[in-house]
């Protein structure tokens, strides 16, 4: 795991994309601290954060896009494949190695509450709180990238792809108004989601009759619980969607609750997708 | 020792590898020969633990390859058809990456890059970027990271494609070396190559094992169909009308007839050596043997009777499904 995440490093500051991941982050932090502080004079840091905090739908497809797509394209994942280590290492150099150049331009915001607490009253905690929520939140990110990096061999696909899911995340909380609560939406949605699930099973097992099986159990247990407690599932949608939001999460950090909920959460998203990636590899061992 | 029992690889409703079974003696160099897309590269994929297998069994010193890829992975080197190679490092960085994945620590680890960049000659280029090598230094990094963590298996999938006839040469006398202290097993579509380097040869096609041993082995294996040319004095239905008479011949090809002169190759029943037989024979009919050669079966002859038919043919059921899959 050493020299895979020793050799990943390396390579972001051998290329440009490093310094480019770098330079988004610290100039978006420049930039807010100006308006916000310096213009507006608010002694919150957290506030910059959250303002920034969209600049992850760019970094992240920026620092991610490559990880195992273009080891695919230039076949130097043979040599992952060959060498005596387990994959799931080899997944995990790979993401630390991401969240490193992710957290040295991270390090430098850092020091902003410190300056600013020169000119006036700065409140640490809230600050630094909502730090650990930023680096959370991107470290979950960075996992998402890192997964659909590994479902294809072209860069630019693995970038646009990252870079619409987090979009669809960014935007989930404020589409959950145009979303019905009632009961009978969220049996359609679950329903659609019960195909999903049977026919994902139907690709990874290719046994038609566990998928149909699956999709039968579920379903009766859904029109089940819409006949008898049609409470339980209204507003389901939209309460799943609110939870899902990882940027919504960030904002309980700004407003000065350091929400532990959510550091779990994130680390859970990190932990599902890194799982995902290091399955994905696997697959291509066997398929 | 390396043993390849039953192995089988499906894609889709393609058969890559199809029961395919061999055995590999420590300290030998061995050379996979078949055209391609005979599954050559698949079966190293498998042998290597880059790749899954459908069925059957690979095991190295008694080690699945299956159960115990770490392991396995820690005594093979292997260099893909494409050299694995990141083009933005320098052939130093990328060895010492390659050795210290591999488990290769310390003092131990220069050691060891020293030793395969002198082996595979690259001490000049150490510095120099790998995407500003030429394609034979480049496989030269591929065959240098092969070697390290002094595995006793090197596993070589074409190792001088695309190379000059030069650097072939070179190529090919460090894998004679490489012998000395390795077990190898190289892959190729040349005949001339592996006769030239290996000590023993498998030939497969279309996935299947179908000669294996010695380059002398195999030749004196297949002098069965050995055959006479020859060309006599007559025309083609005298020639013809004589041999039809004779005992021991299978087959008789007429080659051409010109000035009163046939030419005709015929062919030798069980491996016998007919030429007295057809002296005697043409001299009672008072017919003049003009030339006469008998001509062995080479390699080279081998080699495209194994692998340019299609299998449909040899056996049953499954070879003739696996046929049209070929074919489609």
């Not at chain 1, 994942?77 to 991401?98: E, S």
């Not at chain 2, 790998?130 to 230094?137: M, T």
């Not at chain 2, 460090?174 to 040349?190: A, E, Q, R």
């Amino acid at each position: 795991m050493g020299a895979i995440y020793e050799r990943e490093v390396k390579s972001y500051f051998n290329t440009m994309t490093g310094y480019l991941v770098c330079a988004f982050l610290l100039m978006f932090a420049g930039v807010y601290v100006m308006a916000y502080n310096l213009n507006y004079g608010y002694p919150n840091f957290e506030y910059v954060l959250q303002g920034m905090s969209f600049i992850f739908m760019i970094v992240v497809p920026i620092l991610t896009m490559r990880s195992v797509a273009e080891e695919r394209r230039q076949k130097t994942d043979q040599l992952l494949y060959a060498l005596p280590v387990p994959m799931t290492r080899i997944v995990l150099g790979k993401y630390f190695a991401m969240v490193t150049v992710f957290l040295l331009p991270t390090a430098l915001i850092a020091l902003y509450p410190l300056l600013l607490s020169s000119f006036g009253t700065v409140s640490f905690i809230t600050a630094y709180g909502s730090l650990v929520g930023f680096i959370f939140m991107g470290a979950a990110f960075i996992a998402v990238g890192l997964f659909i990096s590994s479902l294809t061999e072209n860069q630019a696909i693995a970038a646009v792809l990252c870079f619409l899911a987090l979009l669809v995340n960014y935007f989930l909380t404020s589409t959950t108004e145009f979303v019905s609560e009632s009961s009978t939406a969220s049996f359609v949605a679950v329903t659609v989601i019960i195909v999903l699930i049977a026919l994902l099973l139907r690709v990874m097992t290719k046994n038609t009759f566990v998928s149909v099986v699956t999709f039968l159990a579920l379903e009766v247990a859904n029109v089940i619980v819409l006949a008898f407690s049609p409470d339980t599932l209204s507003g389901l949608l939209t309460t799943a969607m609110e939870k899902l939001s990882l940027f919504d999460r960030f904002d309980n950090f700004v407003g000065g609750v350091f929400d532990i909920t959510s550091l779990v959460f994130y680390l859970v998203t990190a932990g599902v997708f890194l799982f995902f990636t290091v399955q994905s590899l696997e697959k291509r061992r066997w398929s | 020792m390396i043993e390849v029992n039953n192995l089988t690889k499906v894609y889709g409703n393609h058969t890559a590898v199809d029961d395919l079974s061999f055995t590999v003696e420590d300290g030998r160099i061995y050379g996979l020969l078949g055209p391609n897309g005979a599954g050559k590269t698949t079966t190293m994929n498998i042998m290597t633990g880059c790749l899954g297998a459908t069925s059957g069994v690979v095991r190295i010193d008694g080690l699945d390859i299956f159960d115990e890829p770490e392991k396995i992975k820690r005594k093979v080197g292997y260099l893909p058809e494409l050299p694995p190679l990141y083009p933005d490092m320098t052939p130093m960085e990328f060895l010492e990456f390659v050795a210290k994945a591999r488990g290769v620590t310390g003092k131990e680890r220069t050691e060891q890059i020293e030793k395969v960049m002198e082996i595979t000659g690259i001490e000049e280029m150490q510095d120099r970027l790998i995407k500003n090598l030429s394609k034979g230094y480049r496989q030269r990094v591929g065959i240098a990271q092969a070697l390290l963590g002094n595995p006793e298996v090197v596993i070589l999938d074409e190792p001088t494609v695309g190379l000059d006839p030069k650097q072939i040469i070179e190529i090919r006398d460090l894998i004679k070396n490489l012998g000395k202290d390795h077990t190898v097993i190289l892959s190729s579509h040349i005949l001339g190559e592996v006769q030239a380097v290996c000590d023993h040869i498998l030939i497969i096609s279309h996935g299947r094992l179908v000669a294996s041993g010695t380059p002398n082995d195999l030749e004196k294996q297949f002098t069965g169909s050995s055959t006479v040319d020859l060309s006599v004095k007559a025309d083609q239905a005298r020639a013809t009308e004589i041999l039809a008479g004779m005992d021991g011949v299978s087959d008789v090809e007429v080659k051409s007839e010109a000035d009163g002169v046939t030419e005709l190759r015929v062919s030798a029943q069980d491996g016998g050596d007919v030429r007295e037989a057809l002296f005697t024979a043409f001299s009672k009919a008072n017919v003049p043997i003009l030339n006469m050669t008998l001509s062995k079966a080479s390699l080279e002859d081998i080699f495209l009777e194994f692998t340019g038919e299609e299998p449909a043919q040899n056996k049953r059921g499954k070879e003739a499904r696996h046929g049209r899959n070929l074919r489609a």
